[in-house]
């Protein structure tokens, strides 16, 4: 497991979030532990958190993204992560996204991917 330590602002969180918020009612020592999201997905979570700004290079980190959005009830973090994955399905990367689909039943990713044609077959 890789830990990382970063100082954030529990007001900000809180504000962002109400896992965060329920988490520093019942939590009161520092550090706190985040351990359901990897540091390097966490950290695009913080860039929205407190720039309101989503960088996404890929598809997987977009999947990652949303299942941390899911869990800490960001719906709006939640819609840049299914919208991007859902302009960037193919065939490489559409099996990961209906696993999601069947996981969480997002009905918007649920209906781009039953439209999707995958165009780029060579892929396979």
Known sequence: AILSTIKLHRIVLCMSSPRFEILF???KEDPVQITDVEPRIFNILLDYMYLDHVELKNAEDARHLY???VSYAIPHLC???A???AKDLNLVNIWPVLE???EIQEPFLKEECGKSRC???AHV
Do not use: C, F, N, R
């Open 100 to 102: 999601l689909v069947a």
């Open 79 to 81: 819609e840049i992560s």
């Open 25 to 27: 009612s019942t939590v």
């Open 83 to 85: 919208g991007y994955m």
């Open 119 to 121: 165009p780029d077959y």
């Open 67 to 69: 299942k941390a959005s």
